[in-house]
């Protein structure tokens, strides 16, 4: 029945005598981040392991006399419910439906609805428990997944906690298993699950108690998680166009939409863990969308303010770069670190102790300010203050919660004996995002034994400090290019041995912030009226550039092309660039203009590079559920 099944579509292998819940279906069967999945009596593979699972079929040769023979098919069950429960083996629409202690005939291909993304304990994968009736034969499906698993194939088994998914052997077994099916509310496990097992004080205590319920609502609405992102994206400009009004009104009514955009932010998450609706696109847009918002809302503030006659770009982008130079340190350390091997440290034992203790959880969540605590301050500040006051605070809060987070990341880094891998140090050289200059002076500098391989963050330090020491400081001309000269001799030096050392993940971040600060600074020495906004625009634009860099790493399909990243100049490139247009006279005199052609250009090739590749079908489906935003 395999061989009637298009080879382009996941099928489904399901016991016709498995019982359980509804729920555990769904999340043994419909995870597209896995080749193939498997419960108790239920197995799904996708395309690229069909081959396989037919070898595993021809191979098998034997089944339990007690076993009826699964069949496979393709179907699409419908959300939140399926099929009448039955007895005997069904074909076609496949539907996981079990609950109420009846058996749920099954077999399909399924692609019922999407699945957890990657790392989300959130979709309802909670702590496994035993199951009645898992002690009696092994069925076919249960035989394939472990055949496929030799086979080398990556079957992915999910926690069901309180969930069963059992195959009976005998009446006495059923009647437990239909026991404990009764004994959990299937619907109130899989709404609980569809909160993000690990988020902000203000989310968790504020947000989610009823935001759950919206998705909810959602869902049985027929709405998907995109249309919710969408949603929050139009009220967060809506609440950006409102603060630009510069009225007391209008900063009311924009923080109060800020709030609203940030709990459909929450219930777009929620919906897609609820319903297991998960996408490229989703994946795309819940990966940009969030910083859209904010700085666009950052845009409405300085807008607003100039309004009133107080200019406050300077100060709208000082949040921006300090923001996103703290999401690269995070992004930076994380990937240097996750697949290190004899990775401990003392100060990482003294983090795991006071994780023990319930109240410095939270304690420590809020003080890196994530994004819930961040934007409710940004909306009651709004509100009831001004533009500037909002910016200050945000600064205020952002330096100090940076500078907590990197000092226990460098003390870490310091006491910790591990081994970076190859895979980690070509993330950070992908994060580094070195355009063909830097990658001209690496090539030299390859050839000589000097520098030492262990100097690395001492040059890109030295580089990025002396840049940014010649743009706030000396006179805008050849000083200034001179020190660009030298960031992109530095730069190149610092990449151009294995970024494998213990303080190694700090040379993105220091590119970043070098990169930003001397649009900043030069910006904000210029004459030329408008270049703030300008400067504004092109951080943003780059900065895109580099979130979109980081998720196509985490995505596991590496950073973009080589063409976009010289066609983008590189972060030397692009500094070099800026220094040179805000020091020769002919350019100088319009640097907001020169800032906004060269913010088009970086805007127009990386979006266009982007969604190109997000919306294709070889995108993975990356989902952002670790560590708040």
């Known amino acids: 029945m395999l061989a009637a099944v298009p080879a382009s579509e996941r099928v489904a292998v399901v016991d016709p005598?498995?019982?359980?819940?509804?729920?555990?279906?769904?999340?043994?069967?419909?995870?597209?981040?896995?080749?193939?999945?498997?419960?108790?009596?239920?197995?799904?593979?996708?395309?690229?392991?069909?081959?396989?699972?037919?070898?595993?079929?021809?191979?098998?040769?034997?089944?339990?006399?007690?076993?009826?023979?699964?069949?496979a098919s393709t179907?699409?069950?419908?959300?939140?419910?399926?099929?009448?429960?039955?007895?005997?083996?069904?074909?076609?629409?496949?539907?996981?439906?079990?609950?109420?202690?009846?058996?749920?005939?099954?077999?399909?291909?399924?692609?019922?609805?999407?699945?957890?993304?990657a790392g989300a304990g959130a979709a309802g994968t909670v702590t496994a428990s035993a199951r009645p009736g898992a002690d009696g034969p092994r069925t076919l499906p249960d035989r394939l997944a472990d055949a496929l698993a030799e086979a080398g194939v990556a079957v992915h088994r999910p926690e069901l906690g309180s969930l069963v998914a059992a195959v009976p052997a005998g009446p006495q077994s059923r009647k437990e298993t239909r026991d404990a099916i009764e004994a959990v509310d299937d619907e109130a496990v899989r709404l609980?699950?569809?909160?993000?097992?690990?988020?902000?004080?203000?989310?968790?205590?504020?947000?989610?108690?009823?935001?759950?319920?919206?998705?909810?609502?959602?869902?049985?609405?027929?709405?998907?998680?995109?249309?919710?992102?969408?949603?929050?994206?139009?009220?967060?400009?809506?609440?950006?166009?409102?603060?630009?009004?510069?009225?007391?009104?209008?900063?009311?009514?924009?923080?109060?939409l800020l709030l609203l955009s940030f709990v459909l932010d929450c219930a777009d998450g929620q919906l897609a863990r609820y319903s297991l609706q998960y996408s490229t696109m989703g994946a795309w847009l819940d990966a940009t969308f969030d910083r859209a918002k904010e700085y666009a809302y950052?845009?409405?503030?300085?807008?607003?303010a100039?309004?009133?006659?107080?200019?406050?770009?300077?100060?709208?982008?000082?949040?921006?770069?300090?923001?996103?130079?703290?999401?690269?340190?995070?992004?930076?350390?994380?990937?240097?670190?996750?697949?290190?091997?004899?990775?401990?440290?003392?100060?990482?034992?003294?983090?795991?102790?006071?994780?023990?203790?319930?109240?410095t959880v939270w304690l420590r969540r809020m003080i890196v300010l994530p994004i819930g605590e961040r934007w409710a301050m940004i909306a009651v500040l709004t509100a009831v203050t001004t533009p500037r006051v909002v910016f200050w605070a945000?600064?205020?809060?952002?330096?100090?919660?940076?500078?907590?987070?990197?000092?226990?990341?460098?003390?870490?880094?310091?006491?910790?004996?591990?081994?970076?891998?190859?895979?980690?140090s070509r993330a950070l050289a992908d994060l580094a995002d070195s355009g063909p200059l830097a990658e001209l002076v690496a090539m030299a500098v390859r050839r000589r034994a000097f520098p030492p391989a262990r100097a690395k963050v001492v040059i890109a330090f030295a580089g990025a400090a002396w840049l940014l020491l010649g743009v706030c400081l000396a006179p805008v001309g050849s000083a200034v290019v001179m020190g660009a000269v030298l960031y992109v001799l530095t730069s190149g030096t610092a990449v151009a041995h294995s970024l494998k050392g213990p303080l190694d993940w700090l040379v993105p971040p220091l590119f970043r912030a070098a990169e930003y600060i001397t649009v900043l600074a030069l910006a904000a020495r210029s004459d030329a009226p408008g270049a703030l906004p300008a400067a504004f625009g092109l951080v943003a634009a780059v900065a895109y550039h580099h979130y979109d860099t980081v998720y196509r790493i985490r995505g596991g399909t590496g950073a973009p092309p080589a063409w976009l990243v010289r066609t983008a100049g590189g972060h030397e490139g692009?500094?070099?660039?800026?220094?040179?247009?805000?020091?020769?006279?002919?350019?100088?005199?319009?640097?907001?203009?020169?800032?906004?052609?060269?913010?088009?250009?970086?805007?127009?090739?990386?979006?266009?590079?982007?969604?190109?590749?997000?919306?294709?079908?070889?995108?993975?489906?990356?989902?952002?559920?670790?560590?708040?935003?």
């Open 17 to 71: 005598r498995f019982m359980g819940h509804v729920h555990a279906l769904r999340l043994a069967l419909t995870d597209p981040r896995f080749p193939a999945a498997a419960a108790p009596g239920a197995l799904t593979a996708q395309p690229e392991a069909r081959p396989a699972l037919t070898r595993a079929l021809t191979r098998s040769t034997a089944r339990p006399a007690t076993a009826a023979a699964p069949a």
């Open 75 to 117: 179907g699409t069950p419908p959300s939140g419910g399926g099929t009448p429960p039955g007895t005997g083996p069904a074909t076609g629409a496949a539907s996981p439906d079990a609950a109420e202690g009846t058996t749920a005939p099954a077999t399909g291909a399924a692609a019922p609805e999407a699945a957890p993304a």
């Open 192 to 256: 609980r699950s569809a909160v993000k097992a690990r988020d902000g004080f203000f989310t968790t205590f504020f947000i989610s108690p009823y935001s759950r319920y919206i998705a909810r609502w959602c869902a049985r609405r027929g709405l998907t998680p995109n249309q919710v992102t969408t949603a929050s994206l139009v009220t967060a400009l809506v609440a950006a166009g409102c603060a630009a009004t510069g009225t007391r009104g209008g900063y009311v009514a924009a923080g109060l």
């Open 298 to 304: 950052y845009a409405g503030l300085a807008l607003g």
């Open 306 to 359: 100039a309004r009133g006659g107080d200019d406050v770009w300077a100060l709208a982008l000082g949040a921006m770069v300090l923001q996103t130079c703290r999401h690269v340190v995070d992004f930076s350390f994380n990937e240097a670190n996750h697949d290190a091997t004899a990775n401990t440290s003392p100060t990482a034992a003294l983090s795991d102790k006071l994780d023990a203790k319930g109240w």
């Open 394 to 424: 945000l600064l205020v809060g952002c330096a100090f919660a940076a500078c907590y987070t990197t000092a226990g990341r460098l003390l870490r880094s310091l006491t910790r004996k591990a081994r970076r891998t190859d895979r980690a």
């Open 574 to 629: 692009r500094t070099l660039a800026v220094a040179v247009l805000a020091a020769v006279p002919a350019t100088a005199s319009h640097f907001a203009l020169a800032l906004t052609a060269l913010a088009v250009a970086v805007a127009l090739v990386v979006l266009v590079e982007s969604i190109r590749f997000w919306v294709s079908s070889g995108a993975p489906a990356v989902h952002d559920e670790g560590e708040p935003a």
